[in-house]
């Protein structure tokens, strides 16, 4: 079974500061998805990178996948209140299936 | 706007109850998921269908069922409901293709098992 760890697991810190979140395997997968979750909803699609190394740019949100395609990590630059949610990655795997491995989830909250 | 809908937003059953959560999307989407979410370990897959009567175990099937009669409906039983399946219970659907398709979510099942 892969594994996805993230860390933080959570995160509290005050609004305009940066940050950076981990997800870290040691399997490797073809592509990490980034998702975020609201309280009372389901979670949203961010961001898919799929190369290894690859950097991909939402406004102040920079994720990276790893060049061994093995971790990943989303930076917010200036954090704002909107950005505070549940924070999950999610490993495409090399061959066959069409099914995730979502990892633990990092919780964020930005104090105005 | 695309939509992935769950019958409850809150459920509180009994012990030995059997459960039925439905979920209905509008997409035509071939894959569906159901997951469960428990803080710190996230989600963890318990049935995914490709197709029509079609099932796949996930991760932690046991105890739970699974149904999918027409390709917009999935539905997921907990055959006799146990304390430790209180949690949150989330549906996804995705196009078929590539693993790394968008899954779009419903806002989530809170079940209690008392």
């Known amino acids: 079974t892969q594994l996805l760890e993230q860390s933080p697991q959570f995160l509290s810190i005050q609004e305009g500061e940066n940050l950076t979140v981990y997800c870290n395997s040691s399997?490797?997968?073809?592509?990490l998805q980034w998702y975020r979750q609201e309280p009372g909803e389901g979670p949203v699609l961010l961001v898919t990178v799929v190369t290894g190394g690859e950097v991909k740019k939402l406004k102040r949100l920079t994720f990276q996948f790893g060049d061994a395609r093995k971790d990943s990590s989303l930076h917010i630059t200036a954090a704002q209140p909107g950005d505070t949610g549940l924070y999950l990655c999610?490993?495409?795997?090399?061959?066959?299936?069409?099914?995730?491995?979502f990892g633990t989830g990092t919780r964020l909250t930005i104090i105005p | 706007d695309v939509k992935v809908t769950q019958s409850s937003r809150y459920l509180v059953k009994r012990t030995g109850e059997k459960v039925f959560l439905e979920c209905v999307q509008d997409m035509d989407h071939e894959n569906m998921f159901w997951y469960r979410q428990d803080p710190g370990l996230g989600l963890r897959l318990i049935y995914f269908?490709?197709?029509?009567?079609?099932?796949e175990k996930g991760d932690i099937p046991e105890g739970y069922s699974v149904s999918r009669e027409k390709k917009e409906r999935f539905s997921l039983i907990l055959e006799s409901a146990s304390t430790n399946q209180t949690s949150m219970y989330l549906c996804?659907?995705?196009?078929?293709?590539?693993?790394?398709?968008?899954?779009?979510f419903g806002p989530g099942t809170r079940l209690t098992v008392l």
């Open positions: 399997s490797v997968f073809s592509s």
């Open positions: 269908s490709y197709d029509v009567k079609m099932k």
């Open positions: 996804a659907s995705s196009p078929m293709g590539l693993a790394y398709n968008e899954q779009f």
């Open positions: 999610a490993g495409a795997p090399l061959f066959g299936n069409e099914k995730l491995t």
